[in-house]
């Protein structure tokens, strides 16, 4: 393995242990609460994740079929934290395990993004940016909801989940 593989994994593995942490925190409703009808729950946030991984890592990469329908992952939704725990579980257990069986040859076949084609090496860099983005929405949201309860997610805390 190399470096790049090496903090890839390390990057995957503390926005799985956060977005646990954050998820920790909150009840059924509050993660299926929108903060007004143009923006996302943090249960549309990991549905939209999950869809971005199965697509771009599942299909893409390890040939999984998988048919996507990226607007469904924004409408109005319900999930229960627990079912959420399980996809966000499911879908990093996913991204580690297809990252360990990389190697250099693998990092450079390409796949089609968003019309372009993106070597392997790219869309692991490209899914990482995207899932921090997520991430910082999921905090904000939690934070919001919590106020002075919220904990922050950058301490070590156990994971009750």
């Known amino acids: 393995m190399f470096d790049l593989q090496s903090l890839l994994l390390t990057r995957f593995q503390d926005i799985h242990k956060r977005m646990l ?7 059924d ?4 609460w929108r903060p007004n009808a143009s923006s ?14 199965k697509e771009r890592i599942g299909d893409g990469m390890n040939h999984i079929p998988f048919t996507r329908d990226r607007d469904a992952e924004f409408e ?8 959420l725990v399980a996809i966000i579980n ?7 395990g297809t ?15 968003r019309g372009q084609q ?35 997610t950058s301490t070590p805390k156990k994971i009750k989940s």
């Open 21 to 27: 942490l954050a998820l920790d925190q909150l009840d």
């Open 40 to 53: 996302n729950s943090i249960a549309n946030l990991i549905i939209h994740i999950s869809g971005n991984i």
């Open 90 to 96: 499911e879908i990093f257990t996913e991204l580690d």
């Open 118 to 152: 993106r070597s392997h090496l790219e869309t692991f860099i490209q899914t990482a940016t995207h899932l921090a983005e997520h991430l910082g929405q999921i905090l904000y949201i939690a934070k919001m909801l919590k106020d002075e309860q919220y904990i922050s």
């Open 99 to 113: 990252l360990n069986t990389m190697d250099e040859e693998r990092f450079k076949l390409t796949q089609e993004v």
């Open 76 to 83: 109005e939704l319900s999930r229960t934290k627990s079912e």
């Open 29 to 32: 409703e509050q993660v299926n």
